[in-house]
């Protein structure tokens, strides 16, 4: 803050506002980039809610890479998915991974 404006003051509020509301633009500013990115790599993506076993967000070229409809991938837990989908030489390496994904041992991981 300003040396002018002290907390508690109308002008300290206002200029918290206006941090504020600058941080919420810049937040939002950081969604839609996040989002445009993973929307449309051509990579195979998924944002995964470990709390709930459930799918937060898939890109379109995980629908094309699995043949399936984003309906189809978001009716199914996580897990599931992966076991019918993943190559047989890659799902031993794909469960332990998703295991330390689901343990906290790790935050993301890629097959």
Do not use: C
């Amino acid at each position: 803050m300003h040396e002018e404006s002290q907390p508690g003051t109308t002008e300290g509020l206002a200029e918290l506002y206006a941090r504020m509301e600058r941080a919420e633009a810049r937040a939002r500013d950081l969604e839609e980039w996040f989002a445009v990115g993973f929307d449309n790599s051509p990579n195979a993506m998924a944002v995964i809610s470990m709390f709930d076993n459930r799918y937060m967000r898939i890109n379109h070229a995980l629908e094309v890479l699995s043949g399936l409809t984003r309906e189809q991938i978001m009716s199914v837990d996580p897990f599931t998915f992966a076991l019918k989908t993943t190559h047989p030489d890659d799902l031993a390496a794909d469960q332990a991974l998703f295991g330390e994904l689901a343990l906290g041992r790790r935050t993301t991981y890629s097959i």
